[in-house]
Each structure stands twice: as structure tokens, then as C-alpha cells.
């Protein structure tokens, strides 16, 4: 029977050998089911399973199974608090202390893993996130091995955000959605030219944005041009040189400034040029009010991750295996820097 480095069989491995998920698994090892939650032959083939590989749970992920501590822990991959990533942080932690508040629950912020190219690492070194009872996870990226071992090891968690790592529970905002529709409604106004002003490479949310883009721009001529924050040069370079009825960027801080560059170019916007954001502006950055942009809803995201965890963790309340991979709608502030081209 094929086992982990450890020689433990794992809650995955029972899941595959059983043909069920490993929400299910965890549902039979738990007894949390309600009435006619899981069908008696799928139960009677996951404990087949368990008595077939001699399969023993670890005791303190047994312990999870309820809020013991009533703690829950806050792991973000990047740093939480240097300036640069406070707009990012700041919404979520807002809407995870609310939900704290209301579940009567402790939050903790696990910060003692060390920061390596700007990112942690759960299990570099000795991990201490079994003091609490689940943890939510927070970052841009995730490192998908790491997630992996975090399903194989039995912990509670839920990522924030939606993640492509199979198993993990996670709250996220429908960002194809959101895009492709803000951006095809543009070509539908009769925009040909788009400049799309993207991110660099990064996690699932960056690469949502990215498919939004191409599949709302069908039939128009895209071009994508590498621009992040800060980067106003380069970005009104690309503006210059591929002269779009649309610009759509990514870093709203950046759609600023590209706004306000054309204007002082003495551009009509919109007009000559309309211009969109897919993101918020950060307190540091307000960016004018009229700015067409997407709103992603950071707070309620934050808000439901928690409810979600707490779900896991109940002992009458279980999650259907549905509810565990679950996107917010994302919607847009209409502003007034978008409208049909000049002819």
C-alpha cells in the first residue's frame, strides 16, 4: 500500500483508493454528517478503505475537528504590513476580525516563519500552526506543494482566495467574470485597439484577470504589455506606441497615472481615450473618483474565508463538499472614463 515518507497513509491516498473526495474522507473519520449528507455505500467503502490500509488519524488532527481553543490563525505568505502590501491586507483583516467577533473566536497572526525572496514558507523549520485550531491562508502566491502537505497532514484550513491546488478549500472573487465582462462590454461599444497594462507572472487571481481579458477582447486587436506599479514611463511608452481606444490596467494606481498623463497630453478621456482598472486604488494611491474600475470586495472575501473556516470546525454545521470552493461576485464602478471611441 503506497504511504507517505512518513510510512503514514494519508486522508489523500484514502480518498483516491476509495473514489471520493477528501472532504468526504474526512466527513466519514469525523462522524459530522448530518442526515443523508454522505450515502450509507459511500461511508461503507471509505471505512472499507480505512480498515483495508490500517489507517490511523493523527491526534491533533483529530483535535481540529472542533474549536478546542476557539483560535484561529492568520498565515499570509507575504508580509502582512510594510506599506506595499497594507492595501492588499487591510480590507481582508478588517472583514476576518469582524467574523471573529461574531464567532466569538481568537485570531493569530503566525509571523515567525522567515521571509525568504519576499515570501514565506510553512514548514521551513518547525511549524506551530497547530496551535490553533484552523488557519486561513493569505498571499498572492501559494506554493502548491506546501498546500498539498498541509491536506496530507490533516490541518483545517482555507485559503483566501481561489487556488488551483487540488483539496483546498478556499474563498476566492470571479475575476474571469468580471473581466471579461468589463472588457467585452468596451468592444461592444465599438473599441478595436486594446492595450492590456497586466501584473507580472503571478498566482491564480493574476491569471483569472489575464483569461477575462483575452476572452472579453475576442474580435478586437490586444495587445499585452508587462506593467506594474509605479512603472508610468513604460506604461505611457506603450500607450504612445500602439495608440488603443482602450487601456486596461491592471494596478489601478497605474490606471492613474496613465489618466493623468493623457490628459496632460490633451487627450480627451474618454473620448480619444478611455481608460479602466481592474482593481481598487490603495489608501496611498486614491486615484480620482471617476476612474471606470472593477471593486473586488476584499472585506466581504475576508469575512466569508473565516465563516467558512468555522463551518469546518463545527460540529453541526458542515460545509457540502460544494461549498468549499466558492467565488464572490466582483463588481464594477461604472465612473465615467469609459465610453464608445470617437469616430
Request: aromatic residues 4%; hydrophobic residues 40%.
Amino acid at each position: 500500500m503506497p504511504r507517505t515518507s512518513s510510512g503514514r497513509v494519508t486522508q489523500r491516498r484514502i480518498a483516491e483508493l476509495a473514489g471520493v473526495s477528501q472532504a468526504t474522507v474526512s466527513l466519514v473519520l469525523n462522524e459530522r454528517t448530518g442526515p443523508g449528507r454522505i450515502p450509507p455505500e459511500t461511508r461503507d467503502r471509505v471505512l472499507r478503505v480505512i480498515q483495508e490500509t490500517q489507517y490511523v488519524a493523527d491526534p491533533s488532527a483529530r483535535r481540529l475537528a472542533g474549536m478546542d481553543n476557539r483560535i484561529i490563525g492568520v498565515f499570509t505568505y507575504e508580509p502582512a504590513f510594510p506599506t506595499g502590501s497594507q492595501d492588499f491586507y487591510a480590507p481582508l483583516l478588517t472583514g476576518i476580525e469582524a467574523e471573529a467577533e461574531r464567532a466569538g473566536c481568537d485570531l493569530m497572526l503566525f509571523t515567525s516563519a522567515p521571509v525568504r525572496d519576499g515570501r514565506r514558507r510553512i514548514f521551513d523549520g518547525p511549524t506551530r500552526l497547530r496551535l490553533a485550531d484552523g488557519v486561513l491562508l493569505l498571499g498572492l502566491t501559494m506554493d502548491a506543494a506546501e498546500l498539498g502537505r498541509l491536506v496530507d497532514g490533516g490541518f483545517r484550513v482555507v485559503a483566501v482566495g481561489r487556488r488551483d491546488a487540488p483539496e483546498i478549500p478556499y474563498v476566492g472573487i470571479d475575476y474571469v467574470s468580471a473581466t471579461r465582462d468589463l472588457v467585452g462590454g468596451a468592444v461592444e461599444q465599438g473599441h478595436r485597439r486594446v492595450l492590456f497594462l497586466h501584473l507580472p507572472p503571478g498566482g491564480e487571481s493574476v491569471r483569472d484577470r489575464l483569461t477575462g481579458v483575452r476572452t472579453g477582447a475576442a474580435g478586437a486587436h490586444l495587445v499585452e504589455v508587462e506593467a506594474g506599479p509605479g512603472q508610468v514611463e513604460a506604461a505611457w511608452s506603450a500607450v504612445e506606441e500602439h495608440a488603443p481606444t482602450l487601456v486596461v490596467v491592471e494596478d489601478a494606481g497605474l490606471a492613474a497615472a496613465v489618466l493623468d498623463r493623457a490628459r496632460a497630453a490633451g487627450l480627451r478621456v474618454p473620448g480619444r481615450l478611455s481608460v479602466v482598472a481592474l482593481g481598487a486604488p490603495g489608501r496611498a494611491e486614491p486615484g480620482p473618483d471617476e476612474l471606470t474600475r472593477l471593486d473586488p470586495p476584499r472585506t466581504e472575501l475576508g469575512r466569508r474565508s473565516l465563516a467558512l473556516l468555522a463551518r469546518l470546525l463545527s460540529a453541526d454545521d458542515r460545509p457540502a463538499a460544494d461549498e468549499l470552493r466558492t467565488l464572490l461576485d466582483c463588481p464594477v464602478i461604472a465612473g465615467a472614463t469609459l465610453a464608445p471611441p470617437a469616430r
